[in-house]
Every structure is written in C-alpha cells, then in structure tokens.
C-alpha cells in the first residue's frame, strides 16, 4: 500500500507545485470496497421441490474507485473482483479484476453537461432504472448521458448503442451474455418544488432489443417504449414521511415479436410514530397475461433494482417462468425501529397474487415476511444481517414452481467496509 501511495504521489506532485499559491481546484479521491455476504438459500429465487437440498455459499466483491473532480470535468475509474469464495484456486494466474466504471463528464457551463463511458444509470426510487448494488456486481450500462440542470429542473438525455465486436464489414449478431439490449434512448425530467414539498419525475425510454441467428448474421430489432411518472409529496404537517407513487405503460414489441401493451402502479406512504418507530404501507400492481388474446400484457421492470420491491427473496423480480407471466400484486406492511444511531431494524410483510386470472388458479400466491438489521459498527463498516420466510399457496406452484407445502426461507450476513482512502486538493 506504501508503493501505491508514492506512486499516486508521483504522479500528483507536478500538478500540485504548479498549484501553489492559486485556487485549489482539482480533487483527486480513491476508495475500497471489501463486501462479502454469507447466504443460506432454502428456497430464494425459486421454490424448493421436496427433497431439494438448501445452498449455501459467501459471496464477495473487492473494488477499488479513483475519482478526479475539478469545475469543468469529472473522471472516474472504478475495477472489481466479484465471485465466491473458493471458486479461484489458490494459486491464480487468470485475474479477473474488470472495470467495473468508467467514465468522464464534461461541465459546459450554465448548468449543461455530458458523461459518456461506462456507468450507473440511477432514477428516483430506481424502479425501471437502477444501480442494483444489492448485486455483488451491480449493474452498468455503456452510454452517453446529455444533460441540463438549473434551480428545480433536470433534463437528461441518455444513449446507446450496443455490438459485441469490431467487424471490418457487415453486422454483428447480438446475442445474449453482453448489455441485454440493442439500443436505447431514453429521456428523464425532474422537477423539485418548494411550495408544496413536491418532486415530480418524467421518463420516456426507447428500448431496442434484437434476436437473431448467429450463423447467419441475421437479426431482428424491436422497439419496446416505456414511458411513465414517478412523485414523492412530503405533508408539511404531522409526522408524514413521504409519499411515493408511480405510473408506468409499456407499448411496442418485445424480443419475441408480440405486441406489448401492458402498465404497472405503485404507492406507498410512511408514518413516523416517533423517534425510534415508524410505519408504512403500500401496494404495487403489475400487469399479466393470461394466454388469451394477440396482446402481451405482462409488465416488464427492465433495469431496475428490483431486489428494493416485491420482496427480499426475490420471487418476483424475473416477469415470466416457463412462459407463465401472469403479473403481480404486492400489499405491504412495514415496521421500522431505530434501537439507537448505530442500529436500525425493520420488519416487513407482503401478501402477493397473480394481476391477470389464470385458468383453474386461484390468484392469491401465498405471503412473504422479510427481517433485516444493519449496525453501523465503526466508520466505515457496516454489518447488516437478514431473514425471510415465504408461505406460499397452490397457485404458487403453477406461478413459479416448487412445491408450496414446503418450509421455504433464506437467511444472510453481510458486512460492508468501504473507506475512502486518499483526498488530495490543489
């Protein structure tokens, strides 16, 4: 570590005399990551058969951020080991530290900017776009974002485009394992009021997706549009936290052709009973299909965080199972106790069923209760620990598999220790 610093410092140093006596403009900032996280999985993701075995495993990610900041430009470079523990031999000669971000943006003055390279890509509660930092890898995208901000308004202009190589002539057949789509275009605008306490969001995304063959270099493209709002109202009297809600309609194709006219709804208020407790309630309504008719109905949430909604362990997130789509309904119920500035712990429950009617089902899919602690053990760590239980109903055996008469839980430790390393100004 003394290495890196004196090279970092080498590196710095000219641009630091030149500095001397004038403006301190430019920051240069690095910080690590190390996250495991140990997990018991007796039916996450999927419902487990009888007789099948729960699994058990430590995940981890290891990444190391470096950031340049001066008033005019922003950089920032960012690489990560991710994997589990004991897939690497112990002697490795195959690395694989990957850049994880990378990318540069411009300041143009009078409140335009752009970025461009790899990165996140974060939108309000990050329900159709988000970083998914539950993930040991996250999520990224490789884009150009074109942007304005000024007083109570943003306007952001992202796009990409996609291939899997260089070809000296012709197409490239996209296929599954790199970014999962084509194209993208996608226009998101913010307006934050004062009076009343009221953010309202706009988001517009043209989505290319292409099939193909790759033998023939033949592909598809289809184009699949969501557009939608999503607002936060803070009450300026009581003890209301605020009040979220959410439209979405999708329209287009999807990846297999078929006519897509489908939308989801969400909202969810919070009530602070004191200092230490608070409650909450909400509903989110995704739409299905049934089978029935030349429309494909079911909601896709896209690139989202999904692992924030429709329940910790994770049943929900993936729209179809062997074909079966049939959308979701999630009521649910919180409770959220802060022991002291260190601990905090909530307790939330969900009651799911199917949107659309399925044939001989029954639309309720059984509840899931979800527990979680985190504790703030010193600066720069953090543990947080987690148990959930899913009682599932028939239909969920129809919905996603399993057997619903068996005991279904998953439980995780996870401890979080990224401290920022280095800040130099000149």
């Known amino acids: 570590m003394k290495t890196v610093y004196l090279a970092l410092g080498l590196l710095l140093l000219p641009g630091m005399l030149w500095a001397q006596g004038s403006k301190k403009e430019n920051e240069f900032t690095m910080s690590m990551q190390i996250r495991p996280r140990a997990e018991y999985r007796n039916g996450a993701q999927l419902p487990r058969f009888e007789g099948d075995k ?15 900041k001066r008033s005019d430009l922003s950089m920032k470079i960012s690489a990560q080991h991710v994997g589990v523990w004991g897939q690497d031999p112990q002697i490795d000669t195959n690395g694989r530290f990957i850049m994880n971000e990378a990318w540069a943006k411009l300041n143009f003055g009078a409140g335009f900017f752009a970025q461009l390279g790899r990165q996140t890509l974060s939108y309000d509660d990050e329900r159709i776009l ?3 930092d539950w993930n040991v890898a996250g999520r990224y995208h490789d884009a150009l974002k074109l942007g304005y901000a000024k007083n109570a308004h943003q306007l952001h202009f992202i796009l990409a485009f996609n291939q899997n190589k260089e070809k000296a002539k012709g197409g490239t057949y996209y296929y599954d394992g790199a970014q999962p789509y084509k194209n993208m275009q996608t226009l998101w605008y913010h307006y934050a009021a004062q009076t009343p306490n ?3 969001s706009l988001l517009f995304m043209n ?3 292409e099939t193909g063959d790759a033998e023939t270099e033949t592909s598809h493209t289809r184009y699949l ?6 607002v936060t109202y803070q009450p300026e009297s009581g003890n209301w936290l605020p009040v979220q809600a959410a439209f ?3 329209t287009g194709k999807n990846k297999n052709a078929q006519s897509v006219s489908a939308f989801m709804v969400s909202v969810k208020a919070a009530y602070a009973i004191d200092k230490q407790w608070s409650v909450s309630l909400g509903y989110d309504y995704l739409s299905g299909s049934d089978g029935k008719g030349d429309k494909f109905k079911a909601f896709d949430p896209l690139y989202g965080t999904h692992h924030k909604f429709y329940g910790a362990m994770d049943y929900f997130y993936a729209s179809a199972w062997q074909g079966v789509a049939p959308g979701l309904q999630d009521a649910q119920l919180g409770v959220n106790f802060k022991t002291s500035k260190q601990v905090s712990m909530q307790l939330n429950y969900h009651y799911f069923a199917t949107a659309a009617k399925l044939d001989d089902v029954k639309k309720g ?3 899931e209760m979800d527990y979680q602690l985190d504790w703030n053990v010193m600066k720069d760590v953090k543990l947080s620990a987690g148990y959930s239980i899913m009682r599932g ?3 969920m055996d129809v919905v996603k598999g399993g057997d619903h008469k068996r005991w279904q839980d998953w439980g995780w430790v996870s401890v979080n220790i990224n401290p920022r390393i280095l800040f130099v100004k000149w």
Do not use: H, P
Not at 225 to 230: D, H, N, P
């Open 54 to 68: 729960a699994a058990s495993f430590i995940n981890n990610r290891a990444r190391l951020s470096m950031e340049y």
């Open 130 to 132: 988000g970083g998914l």
């Open 198 to 200: 009221l953010d309202v």
């Open 207 to 209: 989505l290319g997706l």
């Open 225 to 230: 549009q969501t557009f939608g709002t999503y």
């Open 248 to 250: 979405y309609y999708q």
């Open 365 to 367: 899919l059984g509840s």
């Open 393 to 395: 109903a028939k239909s």
